[in-house]
């Protein structure tokens, strides 16, 4: 079956500017992950998402960060006034659900972010 | 707090050579351990966990992971490499069934014909 998908899978942008990420989970997965991974860096936690709220955004980094997901299925990463920190590969993951027993978060291949 | 540190960022081993990337960790309580690789345009994918019990886990490709409490590792190996697997390998540890990833900074494998 179809996995994670990420669109687009390369963006260039200008300081300044925004953004918009999205990401397609696995159909039927209640959480969704999103990563960003810096180079030479391992992927570093950003969000979570249970169905539709937010369950924990301790990982964004600013409050130019923002997701959403609307109708609990596909997630939007919103990026404001770019900065060329902001420069990375942003992984999207979903897994069937979170509880207290192991779900498989599964990946999708990222959107690689250039701020100039 | 959670960290990981992958001693290692390149390797380079020939084809049919065996392979030992190193993990090491930092946790309170009992870890979730985990391998991930990553392929140019691809997903991370799983390779294996360990949550308990037997301290030697299988995972897919032929990769082998052994968990050592005494020194805080988690070594992924391989008996004889494959081109194939030049990649991008990951550890991790988490808690709650390793649902909040702490991801170590990766090791670059290339592998020689």
């Known amino acids: 079956g179809a996995g994670v998908s990420q669109t687009p899978s390369n963006k260039v942008t200008e300081k300044g500017k925004y953004v918009e990420l999205r990401c397609d989970p696995i159909?039927?997965?209640?959480?969704l992950y999103w990563y960003r991974q810096s180079l030479g860096q391992g992927p570093e936690f950003l969000i979570y998402?249970?169905?539709?709220?937010?369950?924990?955004d301790s990982g964004l980094p600013n409050d130019r960060f923002f997701a959403v997901r609307p109708e609990g299925s596909v997630s939007t990463l919103k990026i404001q006034r770019t900065e060329r920190g902001d420069s990375a590969v942003y992984l999207c993951?979903?897994?069937?659900?979170?509880?207290?027993?192991?779900?498989?978060?599964?990946f999708g291949p990222g959107t690689r972010l250039t701020v100039l | 707090a959670q960290s990981v540190t992958q001693p290692d960022i390149h390797i380079t081993v020939s084809e049919g050579a065996s392979l030992e990337l190193r993990c090491n960790y930092s946790?309170?309580?009992?870890?979730?351990l985990f391998w991930y690789v990553q392929s140019p345009g691809q997903g991370l994918q799983l390779l294996l966990k360990?949550?308990?019990?037997?301290?030697l886990v299988q995972g897919i490709k032929g990769f082998e992971a052994e968990f050592k409490r005494s020194q805080s590792s988690f070594n992924l190996r391989k008996p004889s490499v494959h081109w194939s697997d030049a990649a991008e390998y990951f550890c991790?540890?988490?808690?709650?069934?390793?649902?909040?990833?702490?991801f170590g900074p990766g090791t670059r494998l290339s592998v020689l014909p």
């Open positions: 993951a979903s897994s069937l659900r979170r509880d207290n027993s192991y779900n498989e978060q599964f």
């Open positions: 159909s039927g997965h209640t959480a």
């Open positions: 998402f249970q169905g539709t709220g937010a369950a924990d």
């Open positions: 946790y309170g309580a009992t870890p979730y």
């Open positions: 360990y949550f308990s019990g037997d301290t």
């Open positions: 991790a540890v988490g808690d709650n069934y390793g649902q909040n990833f702490v």
